[in-house]
């Protein structure tokens, strides 16, 4: 059975940090890409960022370029969003999925599996 599991989020103020994990079992995760998306109360789940299979590609939100990076673990099948500067608007519960299509993918439909989510709250 596929699961994916987050953790790291929280409560910060502006131009805090945090960084997620998301811990995975129950596939080959080095066969799969993975993805970290959000959603904020009322509004649709948005892409965040993508890494592909070996880690060696890797695609982000224009509103976290520069601020947010994603790595990867295959190792401990394990992906991380370090987040700098946090924003405000950064708040969201912060979602990873997992593709069996190699590439650092931006659509949610491209997504086999997805975690239960885990929320960040941003403050001024």
């Known amino acids: 059975q596929v699961q994916l599991v987050e953790s790291g989020g929280g409560l910060v103020q502006a131009g805090g940090s945090l960084r997620l994990s998301c811990a995975a079992s129950?596939?080959?995760?080095?066969?799969?890409?993975m993805g970290w998306f959000r959603q904020a109360p009322g509004k649709e789940r948005e892409f965040v960022a993508a890494?592909?299979?070996?880690?060696?590609?890797?695609n982000y939100a224009d509103s976290v370029k520069g601020r947010f990076t994603m790595s990867r673990d295959n190792a401990k099948k394990t992906v991380y969003l370090q987040m700098n500067s946090l924003k405000p608007e950064d708040t969201a519960v912060y979602f990873c999925?997992?593709?069996?299509?190699?590439?650092?993918?931006?659509?949610?439909?491209?997504?086999?599996?997805w975690g239960q989510g885990t929320q960040v709250t941003v403050t001024l």
């Open positions: 999925a997992a593709s069996a299509i190699d590439g650092a993918l931006k659509g949610v439909k491209e997504y086999n599996y």
């Open positions: 129950g596939y080959t995760f080095g066969y799969y890409a």
């Open positions: 890494i592909n299979w070996s880690g060696s590609s890797t």
